[in-house]
């Protein structure tokens, strides 16, 4: 079973709009981890919020962290067609050297 | 900084042949993760390297597939006697010690015919 899984499968919005990917995970982290991944590139780190932040911001990035319920949420405000990518929740199990990705979100951003 | 790079970019092989894949980490990073990705399993951990010493390789086919880190500037994957399931993106991330942040290179695509 997956460590932690994004929800929905996919998203398409028009250029402008907001969005929000949710995350759920499984076992106790200290840390959360969103990534983006264009086609052809490898994933590209968004946000790190740690177990004991309830939200992060990076530009039009905004991430919220809610252990109680363990889950977590990635909102795009004002999107734009390059948002166009699969985004990730990732985290890893305390003591683990493994990061653990979800299946991923695909986001499409239509002009 | 030219970030991750992998070589090369894509592989194509005959069924039974060998591959071999190559990462150059960010340079003074110390840790080396490599992880394959398909359409089917997704993002999955391959093996995990810290200052060249491998650390854990759990998620390791546990034949055909290995791993090396020679020296600091580059780690290689090896595929022997490729097959058709192991068709997939192999990806290459380094970082400055532990899993909080990984940075990945644009990943090797191999096909195996």
């Known amino acids: 079973s997956q460590l932690a899984e994004e929800n929905p499968w996919a998203l398409s919005v028009h250029e402008g709009e907001s969005v929000t990917v949710n995350c759920s995970y499984k076992t106790s982290i200290t840390a959360l981890q969103w990534y983006r991944q264009k086609s052809g590139e490898g994933p590209a780190q968004l946000i790190l919020?740690?177990?004991?932040?309830r939200e992060k911001r990076n530009g039009r990035l905004r991430a919220t962290l809610d252990t109680s319920s363990q889950s977590s949420s990635l909102s795009i405000t004002a999107t734009r067609c390059e948002d166009t990518a699969v985004y990730f929740c990732?985290?890893?199990?305390?003591?683990?050297?493994?990061?653990?990705f979800g299946s991923g979100t695909q986001l499409t951003v239509m002009p | 900084n030219a970030g991750v790079i992998q070589t090369p970019r894509h592989k194509v092989t005959g069924k039974g042949q060998e591959a071999t894949l190559w990462c150059e980490p960010i340079?003074?990073?110390?840790?080396v993760f490599w992880y394959r990705q398909t359409i089917v399993q997704g993002l999955e951990f391959l093996t995990y390297?810290?200052?060249?010493?491998?650390?854990?390789d759990s998620g390791m086919p546990k034949e055909r597939f290995s791993a090396q880190m020679p020296n600091q500037s580059h780690s290689t994957l090896k595929i022997q006697s490729t097959q058709p399931q192991d068709s997939a993106v192999y990806l290459c991330a380094s970082s400055t010690g532990g899993a909080e942040t990984l940075y990945f290179g644009s990943g090797t695509r191999l096909t195996v015919l």
């Open positions: 919020i740690r177990s004991n932040e």
């Open positions: 990732a985290t890893g199990s305390s003591g683990s050297w493994q990061l653990i």
């Open positions: 340079s003074g990073h110390s840790a």
């Open positions: 390297f810290r200052n060249q010493a491998p650390i854990d």
